[in-house]
Each structure stands twice: as structure tokens, then as C-alpha cells.
């Protein structure tokens, strides 16, 4: 195996969030590229306000989101160069 060539990828979280609800969006910058995933919760009126466990979730579901869009833009380049 060749040695690893470093790359710099660069992720971004911007937040918004109320007592209820938390928005995320994780912008990805990587080389010439440039991707975003969003995220989001709420909280139950039942359940106490803990900030911290919104903003996670939301951050998790940006990722997750991010995610997908970095493995359909994979899947596309592949069909591109094998066709």
C-alpha cells in the first residue's frame, strides 16, 4: 500500500436553538468541494431542558445527513468513471 497523503477537510456547525427546539447545519469544506448536512430536535413538553441533549441530537442528525450526501456524490463519481 502506498503511503497516506494528508488532506484538510474542514466541518463548520451553526446553531440555532430556543428552550424547544435546536437547528444544525455542518457545512463541509474539502478541497474544491463543499457539502452541507441539516439537523434537527425538539423536546417533549414533558421531558426537563437540558440544552446540551438537543443540540447533540441535532448535531448527530446533521452528520448523519452530511453523511449521505458525501456517499451518493461517491456513488455518482463511481458510476461517472466506470461507464
Known amino acids: 500500500m502506498d503511503e497516506l497523503t494528508p488532506h484538510s477537510w474542514k ?20 478541497g474544491d468541494r463543499s457539502l452541507s448536512g441539516h439537523g ?25 445527513d452530511l453523511a449521505n450526501h458525501l456517499t451518493e456524490d461517491a456513488w455518482a463519481m463511481i458510476e461517472r468513471h466506470t461507464n
Not at 434537527?40 to 448523519?64: C, F, K, M, W, Y
Open 11 to 30: 466541518l463548520t456547525f451553526e446553531t440555532r436553538e430556543d428552550m424547544d427546539h435546536c437547528e444544525m447545519v455542518v457545512h463541509l469544506e474539502a
Open 40 to 64: 434537527r430536535s425538539r423536546r417533549n413538553p414533558t421531558d426537563p431542558a437540558v440544552p446540551q441533549i438537543g443540540e447533540e441530537l441535532a448535531a448527530a442528525r446533521a452528520l448523519h
